[in-house]
């Protein structure tokens, strides 16, 4: 199933049928904030200009995402299946919260993130492997517990890059890692 939106205004997705595999909004001309947690299996996502904003559960282990221009934002909530390895562009800040397990994001097709951002209900590991990131913001908000890690030789950046990690009302992280340095 698909849905196509276009228009002038904003948009809104509440909530989606669970036989949703497609939401194409590239002719949107506004700002669109979809909850596609519902959906069985996302395997394509299609925004335009907006600011938008768009949280997926479960996804296909290859899927497509393009936000297109704005400020937008791509949240997982769950871990199905537990590697990612989606083509993302168009997205400048990946969010991450209530995992349902241990969870492996491979960015190597994965473009123009500048934050990450874990929220609440971290409870088990988060390793991003392959980010090939110049520069990124790691914002932590309410973790409850885990290890957000990065393995060795995995997560790369350039000699001119900058990490910054910000921790805001956290009651346990319990690593963080990054190449050969440990936090």
């Known amino acids: ?31 669109l904030g979809a909850n596609l947690t519902n959906a069985t299996t996302v395997k394509s996502v299609s925004t335009a200009k907006g600011d938008d904003s768009v ?5 296909s282990g290859n899927a497509t995402i393009d936000m297109g221009e704005g400020s937008d934002t791509l949240s997982f909530a769950g871990s199905s299946p537990a590697t990612l390895s989606p083509k993302v562009d168009g997205v400048e800040t990946l969010g991450f919260g209530s995992l349902t397990g241990d969870l492996i994001y491979d960015g190597s097709n994965t473009s123009g ?18 980010m090939g ?51």
């Open 113 to 130: 993130v500048e934050k990450v951002k874990v929220t609440d209900g971290l409870k088990n590991n988060l390793s991003m492997v392959d």
């Open 1 to 31: 199933k698909e849905i196509d939106a276009s228009g002038a205004g904003n948009l809104n997705i509440a909530k989606v049928d669970t036989t949703l595999e497609t939401l194409d909004a590239s002719k949107l001309e506004g700002s």
């Open 55 to 59: 949280t997926v559960k479960n996804i």
């Open 133 to 183: 990131l110049k520069s990124v913001d790691i914002e932590f908000t309410n973790a409850k517990t885990g290890t957000l890690a990065t393995p060795k030789k995995l997560l790369r950046y350039s000699d001119e890059s900058d990490v910054t990690i910000s921790m805001y009302n956290n009651k346990s992280v319990d690593e963080i890692y990054h190449d050969d340095i440990t936090l």
